[in-house]
């Protein structure tokens, strides 16, 4: 399977935990994106990657969540002391970082914070 | 700022009606890319087509076919002869140059039900 994978699919967890999550896009794409779905809501855009390099970041991105990108290969969005609000559903999305271009979406972490 | 508008939040047709679903958009760019994203029950989002600004010609692809009026800024999506395995959620989505990145933008998605 070559498409844009996410782990892990579903997380369950208890208000003020912390959890991280893993995309890994598809392998010729250098550019990588984190969307997050509320539900019944489109994606709404938090931060993306350049290589190893995060270039941009939407206010949504509070100072409790961090997504690195060591290598330029997989990346993780990590969330600090989860709150109900953040409950969503977590999407990555690669590119090849051209004008002329179209995401490629991974099949997304749904996390419920209870 | 970028906007996306889908009006209808949710459509309902039987099986083999013709459906147009619509998108209307804000950009003060004058290079920017706007898609189409079916995202079905299973959540994964799906990519369908891509136009950018200046390419005003409708597509069609099989039973999809795209209206893309920079008059009106809109970009309607019309599915013929439609059919049970189309329901899903239907995003628009608007890229502008400007934004390092080409982050999207999406509207609020349209559910479309169809009834055998």
């Known amino acids: 399977d070559t498409g844009v994978s996410q782990d892990p699919r579903h997380k369950i967890t208890k208000r003020g935990q912390n959890v991280t999550f893993r995309c890994d896009p598809i392998?010729?794409?250098?550019?990588l994106y984190w969307y997050r779905q509320t539900l019944g809501q489109g994606p709404e855009f938090l931060t993306y990657?350049?290589?190893?390099?995060?270039?941009?970041k939407s206010r949504l991105l509070s100072d409790r969540f961090s997504a690195e990108r060591p290598k330029g290969s997989f990346s993780t969005l990590e969330i600090q002391r989860t709150e109900q609000g953040d409950s969503a559903m977590y999407l990555c999305?690669?590119?090849?970082?051209?004008?002329?271009?179209?995401?490629?979406f991974g099949p997304g972490t749904r996390l419920t914070v209870t | 700022a970028q906007k996306v508008t889908q009006a209808q939040t949710e459509i309902s047709v039987v099986e083999k009606e013709d459906v147009t679903l619509d998108c209307v958009y804000e950009?003060?760019?004058?290079?920017?890319?706007l898609f189409w994203y079916k995202q079905p029950p299973s959540g994964e989002l799906v990519f369908l087509i891509r136009?950018?600004?200046?390419?005003?010609q409708n597509e069609i692809s099989g039973r999809y076919s795209w209206n893309f009026q920079k008059s009106t800024s809109s970009f309607n999506f019309t599915i013929t002869a439609s059919q049970v395995v189309d329901s899903a959620v239907y995003f628009c989505?608007?890229?502008?140059?400007?934004?390092?990145?080409?982050?999207?933008?999406f509207g609020g998605g349209t559910r479309l039900m169809v009834k055998p």
């Open positions: 999305a690669s590119s090849t970082g051209t004008l002329d271009y179209e995401q490629y």
């Open positions: 392998s010729e794409h250098n550019r």
């Open positions: 990657f350049q290589n190893e390099a995060q270039l941009e």
């Open positions: 950009t003060r760019d004058t290079t920017y890319y």
């Open positions: 136009r950018n600004s200046f390419d005003e």
């Open positions: 989505a608007l890229s502008e140059e400007r934004n390092a990145g080409n982050m999207l933008t």
